[in-house]
């Protein structure tokens, strides 16, 4: 993709922060489109001006909580081809859980730790080709509150084989084909795979999220 094309909404409520961000994305051959300090104003510009990427901060006005995040949900619901990627001063990976079970054009990171301004493009130009980025602390506060035990250990040897496939980005069809066994066989294993490590029922795909990154954190 071509850098000059690629158009970005940044969401802070810190005007210098928010400055000095857009002075760099445009040094760096972006097109900063717009410019908001509070989650109704980034909306707004995300409908009219439809841009491959917006940066959220996740606590804006009024209440700086999780003003950015839900902002950011309703940008997927309603343009789901818009790159996001939330910025945090604070862990709360917790709250962008249902942006990054998505696992495509979505990305989460630390403001106190982008110190490179290479690897933070990169890290745009990820997010805008279709590619997902978590900070790697992110990752590890989130497995770190979902265990006080190594949950692979209650696994069964052909649990943790469809776990690795699962981890592999496999669906349930892939897996039966890989190990020669029905879909129905692998959708009861992976179901005894949430239960035992643990991990709530819900209605949308966190668990399996979840159970992958505690796969691969544990390798």
Same mark, same amino acid.
């Not at 979505?106 to 933070?120: I, P, Q, W």
């Not at 990820?126 to 602390?137: F, H, T």
């Not at 020669?180 to 490590?197: A, D, P, Y």
């Given at each position: ?12 409520? %810190?005007?210098?922060? !928010? ?7 445009? *040094? =760096? ?26 940066? @959220? ?5 009024? !209440? ?23 910025? =945090?001063?604070?862990? +709360? @990976?917790?709250? $962008? ?15 106190? *730790?982008?110190?490179?301004? =290479?690897?933070? /493009?990169?890290?745009?130009? *990820? ?5 997902? /980025?978590? %900070?790697?602390?992110?990752?590890? +506060?989130?497995?770190?509150? !979902? ?19 699962? $981890? ?14 029905? +879909? ?6 992976? *179901?005894?795979?949430? =239960? ?8 949308? %795909? ?14």
């Amino acid at each position: 993709m071509n850098q000059t094309l690629t158009r970005v909404v940044l969401a802070d409520d %810190d005007v210098l922060l !928010r400055e000095g961000l857009a002075s760099l994305l445009e *040094r =760096s051959g972006f097109e900063v489109a717009g410019q908001a300090g509070d989650a109704p104003e980034l909306l707004s510009l995300v409908r009219e001006r439809r841009p491959n990427l917006a940066i @959220v901060d996740i606590r804006m006005p009024p !209440r700086h909580t999780t003003e950015g995040v839900e902002a950011a949900r309703i940008i997927r619901a309603e343009l789901p081809e818009v790159g996001i990627l939330l910025l =945090s001063a604070h862990v +709360e @990976v917790e709250q $962008a859980m249902e942006l990054l079970a998505a696992g495509h054009r979505v990305g989460y990171l630390l403001k106190s *730790r982008v110190t490179a301004v =290479s690897d933070f /493009v990169e890290t745009l130009k *990820r997010i805008v080709q279709g590619g997902s /980025v978590v %900070d790697p602390s992110l990752v590890a +506060e989130l497995i770190n509150a !979902r265990r006080r035990h190594d949950p692979l250990e209650q696994l069964t040897q052909r649990e943790r084989e469809v776990l690795a496939l699962m $981890a592999e980005g496999r669906s349930n069809a892939g897996i039966a084909h890989k190990l020669w066994i029905t +879909e129905g066989t692998v959708e009861k294993h992976v *179901r005894s795979i949430m =239960s035992r490590m643990r991990l709530p029922e819900t209605e949308d %795909d966190h668990r399996r999220v979840l159970a992958v990154l505690t796969f691969l954190d544990a390798r």
